[in-house]
């Protein structure tokens, strides 16, 4: 389908609305997902303990819990720096209460585990817990609103015998991004996470009844100068030196007294940079007093330690080793082998002798510390990096690769011998990240085309996730245009508006706007009058202002005339959301006025539906009739069945809202049917509002008027009959 066309068609899966009178028995329905949407959530388990290498940390534990076991607490912020091990120390937490070691402890129903990834935001949070505590089946998932979600949610939680330990784990990123979002000045701001933070902080304050949130993150989300109730804040420091010295021990970091102490006084007790070393100290074969007092080591303790340590570790690396890492930092999710080991061979195919040198180097990554292994949605095991040295993977990119000895992997990642003469400039960084990406984004096609359905056979949101792990490498890479191209082509688009899998697409759509991307004038005109429409039906009505300004002034300028039309209808539909019905209705003329229907029957067919349902909301049925009967005729013309149900369902509850029962069943019941064969997610709200008419007329009643409806030719009848 043209792209042109995408935002038209899906005008119905979200305009459909009725009057106030009949929305009461019309609830909106959603596609429930097995699990929940994975593409923004690493992993829902626990880190693996290992007690012969984890400290028990006893202190800690017993004060987070004795935190957690207070009547009056609802929530606790486990903070502090990167590295000071907060996410061990709340996994220890969660296995006491879990695991029942203690008596008087508060007994929670679920337990529940999420570590969102780098691109979650908080509507896949709220998706995640409300799948978790629902259980599959409910019928749940994104909300028309952030707010109702929530408060669904915090129903659930308060339900006696139904309270949970809810952890999320490195959630700072969520937290960061609302607050970016709140200080840029550009149009192209990354609206997301604002004000679902704002609401999902309300949440852990007052919403949660006998259930309780423990967060790890780097800082307080509500400043370090506000202590808001029901909330706790607990500081993970640097360990002690008895703690230093038995996790040194546990690593087989031996040395005299004075050397291990001096150890811990230089590292300042952070457990990260401690771990650090101890990769060092493996990799090099050298002795702790050695890497302590010889001249060649000294600058090891000079300015940032931490950093030295890792620089320092990396360089001990092998070929294979660094091949793996530098193809890691490149993941935003947690990857299986076999895309680390697609990216870290770069051109070059990957022979049968590669998996077991690769298994081997990845499990000695592994024990060293330089790698998690996690357990991912699909029950593979999958690969994160420390985020500091994600950071310094990436930050030194080049240098890394330039470090590397020649051999069989030395053109890895889409960048071949590098020549030692090239300087490490941004430019030159961003190039290289930039073909690290593409070779990302290779993968995770090859991945797509073996278990993505096409469209017409996806079931939900996990179907795509390969595909929209795709999109968002193809913007890393620089590829923005082609990203916004496979978007429309492949229809990801109208299915994700299909489920209501909104901020996700929003998220995808910024990546492509200046300042971070680029597209060509039009495209970018055309994804401002999406998000505008989008952030509408999500209730950001600020955002979408902005968005429908900047769409207006692009295709203005570029004499877009058919792209207008589209944004002066999806404005006008805003419009009228608003209650504003007046200028609905000048949008809708001032795009009527554009274009010829016969030259674009789809967006006529759109705009005389909008039409329907602006004269329905100021109760001038007959005009309705007329326009609703218009806009049935085009989507025929065109055999556009979607769009047909859709109408059918919409002009049938028009019907119903007039008391005209036998003929509003008369087209809901066929428009049922042809919903149902298109496996149209929102049936079932169609169902409840049928099932809601029956319990209010008595069974007979309703009985003997479905009997009537479904007589063999009704519906045509019924439709002539509108015709004055």
């Known amino acids: 389908m043209n792209p042109l066309y995408l935002f038209l068609r899906i005008r119905y899966t979200l305009l459909k609305k009725v009057s106030p009178s009949v929305d009461e028995g019309f609830e909106h329905a959603y596609m429930q997902q097995p699990a929940y949407f994975t593409f923004g959530i690493l992993t829902d388990m626990p880190p693996a303990i290992d007690l012969r290498m984890t400290l028990p940390r006893t202190d800690e534990v017993n004060a987070l819990v004795s935190l957690l076991s207070e009547p009056q607490t609802r929530t606790v912020l486990l903070t502090g720096a990167a590295g000071t091990g907060k996410s061990t120390l709340a996994g220890l937490v969660f296995d ?18 999420l570590r969102p990834g780098p691109r979650a935001t908080w509507p896949d949070i709220t998706s995640a817990l409300l799948n978790a505590l629902q259980g599959a089946g409910q019928t749940n998932a994104l909300s028309f609103s952030q707010q109702a979600s929530l408060q669904t949610l915090g129903a659930l939680l308060s339900q006696p015998g139904q309270s949970a330990l809810i952890v999320l784990d490195q959630c700072e990123e969520l937290f960061d991004r609302a607050i970016e979002a709140r200080t840029q000045d550009s149009p192209y701001t990354v609206g997301v996470g604002l004000s679902g933070a704002v609401r999902f902080l309300d949440l852990l304050q007052h919403q949660a009844g006998n259930s309780r949130f423990l967060l790890t993150c ?86 940032n330690i931490p950093l030295n340590l890792l620089e320092a570790a990396v360089s001990f690396l092998n070929p294979a080793q660094m091949a793996l890492l530098r193809a890691l930092c490149l993941f935003r999710d947690a990857p299986p082998l076999a895309g680390i080991m697609h990216v870290a061979t770069g051109e070059r195919a990957v022979l049968e002798t590669d998996l077991p040198l690769f298994e081997q180097e990845m499990n000695a990554l592994v024990l060293l510390g330089l790698v998690e292994e996690i357990k991912r949605y699909d029950g593979q095991d999958g690969y994160l990096l420390h985020p500091l040295l994600a950071r310094y993977l990436l930050n030194h990119y080049l240098e890394s690769e330039q470090k590397r000895s020649s051999g069989y992997l030395a053109s890895s990642l889409g960048v071949a011998n590098q020549p030692a003469e090239i300087k490490a400039t941004m430019e030159a960084r961003q190039a290289a990240l930039a073909a690290g990406h593409t070779r990302v984004t290779d993968y995770y096609w090859r991945v797509a085309q073996q278990i993505c359905p096409p469209f017409g056979q ?46 996700t697409l929003v998220r995808l759509y910024e990546m492509m706007l200046p300042p971070t991307g680029s597209l060509i004038r039009r495209d970018e005109g055309l994804v401002c009058s999406a998000l505008a429409m989008i952030y509408s039906r999500m209730g950001e009505f600020e955002q ?109 509850l028009c019907l119903c809202e007039q008391q005209r029962y036998q003929d509003g069943l008369a087209l809901l019941f066929p428009a049922l049917q042809m919903r149902y ?46 015709i004055v």
């Open 96 to 113: 006491q209460f879990q695991s029942h070691m203690h008596e008087n402890l508060p007994e929670f129903r679920h337990y529940l585990w």
């Open 218 to 303: 780097n800082r307080s989300p509500f400043g370090s100068d506000t202590r808001p109730p029901g909330v706790r804040e607990y500081t993970v420091g640097g360990m002690t030196i008895v703690e230093g010295l038995h996790m040194l021990q546990q690593r087989n970091v031996q040395g005299l007294q004075q050397d291990l102490s001096t150890l811990w006084q230089h590292c300042a007790g952070h457990a990260y940079t401690l771990n650090i070393f101890s990769a060092l100290k493996s990799l090099s074969g050298l002795s702790l007093h050695y890497l302590l007092n010889s001249p060649m080591y000294q600058t090891l303790w000079e300015g």
């Open 677 to 722: 064969a298109r496996n149209d997610p929102r049936t079932a709200s169609l169902i409840s509002f049928l099932n809601k008419l029956e319990q209010r007329m008595g069974n007979a009643a309703f009985a003997a008027l479905r009997q009537a409806a479904q007589t063999q030719g009704q519906q045509e009848q019924v439709l002539r009959g509108l």
């Open 458 to 503: 996806r079931n939900g949101p996990n179907d795509i996730t390969p595909l929209l792990i795709m999109l968002e490498h193809l913007c890393l890479s620089r590829h923005w245009q082609t990203a916004y191209d496979q978007l429309c082509s492949l229809a990801l688009d109208r299915d994700l508006l299909r489920w209501e899998i909104w901020h």
């Open 544 to 652: 979408s202002r902005t968005y429908y300004t900047s769409a207006l002034a692009i295709q203005r300028d570029m004499r877009d005339i058919q792209s207008e039309a589209i944004t002066l209808t999806n404005q006008g539909e805003f419009l009228r959301t608003l209650g504003d019905a007046e200028l609905a209705r000048q949008n809708f003329e001032q795009a009527f006025a554009l274009f010829q229907p016969q030259d674009n029957p789809e967006l006529a067919c759109v705009l005389a539906h909008n039409m329907a349902l602006l004269t329905q909301y100021q109760h001038d049925y007959q005009q309705s009739l007329r326009y609703f009967l218009q806009s049935l005729q085009l989507a025929r013309q065109s055999q556009d069945q979607e769009s047909e149900g859709l109408i059918l369902t919409n002009l049938g």
